[in-house]
């Protein structure tokens, strides 16, 4: 990754048994949007090149940065049970949590 | 006799100068450990503004992730534009437990006064990826135009 990055709001909850990660990044879309699972790590990826208009900026408050970042994912995560959406500037990244690492109830015999 | 640069003497290009330094200031504090803000004197209460000039309008950028479109209300009365709207929380679910929340909820307003030389009957908005793009054209005469001269 080249070049400087921004750094998206991010809120990580569980529900219903998965690993929700909501992450804020205005201006991307599903198509510049980019998840990679490598090993034990997740990266996000968020391309906003076409995000710069050219002009003279009045008033300039807002970072136009790619997103990139990094997450590493322990081993109570099923690497193969990740889904992920995008909406509103939103990337939602749902993580199932291993069969064999969820809580189950011992019956008592 | 050397060129200058030419400065715009306006009441905007005060607050620009300060806006520079604010910047520099800023980016000797590395923010990266507090996403979100931008530097030490962001407070992260008002969704980030663009307003960028071009030769026939202007474009207003503001930054609200996670909005709908149906949350936000844009009105432009003169050359005083506002922004309001709010933000409902997807994740105040039921029992969502947290581990970690940086996204702040509630409602927001933002009002900017924009140069005398728009055409307010014309003003287009867009809501795309949770950024919504004002376009304000300017005013006929207010457009910037070329002339070439002829040298004889």
């Known amino acids: ?109 | 006799m050397a060129i200058m640069k030419w400065k715009r003497n306006d009441a905007e290009s005060h607050t620009r100068d300060l806006d520079t330094i604010q910047r520099e200031i800023n980016d000797l504090f590395n923010m990266d450990f507090f996403p979100g803000a931008r530097g030490l004197f962001d407070r992260n209460l008002f969704p980030a503004l663009d307003v960028v000039e071009q030769d026939s309008g202007y474009q207003v950028y503001c930054e609200l992730p996670g909005v709908d479109k149906k949350d936000v209300d844009v009105t432009i009365s003169g050359n005083v534009l506002t922004i309001k709207g709010e933000k409902k929380g997807k994740s105040e679910k039921k029992d969502a437990k947290f581990y970690r929340k940086e996204s702040t909820y509630g409602s927001f307003q933002r009002t900017l006064s924009l140069p005398k030389d728009i055409q307010n009957d014309d003003v287009k908005a867009d809501f795309q990826d949770g950024v919504l793009k004002i376009e304000i054209p300017k005013m006929e005469e207010a457009k910037r135009k070329s002339i070439t001269i002829n040298v004889k």
């Not at chain 1, 929700?20 to 391309?47: A, F, R, W």
């Not at chain 1, 322990?74 to 500037?89: F, K, L, R, S």
Request: include cysteine; aromatic fraction near 6%.
């Open chain 1, 1 to 109: 990754m080249k070049g400087k990055s921004a750094v998206a709001k991010c809120n990580i909850y569980t529900v219903e048994e998965n690993i929700v990660m909501e992450l804020e990044m205005p201006g991307v879309s599903k198509d510049n949007l980019d998840i990679v699972v490598e090993d034990n790590l997740l990266k996000i990826t968020g391309n906003r090149e076409h995000f710069r208009p050219d002009g003279d900026y009045l008033v300039r408050e807002m970072n136009r940065d790619d997103y990139y970042q990094e997450y590493t994912l322990d081993e109570t995560i099923d690497t193969d049970n990740i889904q992920a959406g995008c909406e509103n500037g939103v990337v939602t990244i749902e993580l199932g949590i291993k069969e064999s690492k969820k809580p189950r109830k011992i019956t008592i015999s």
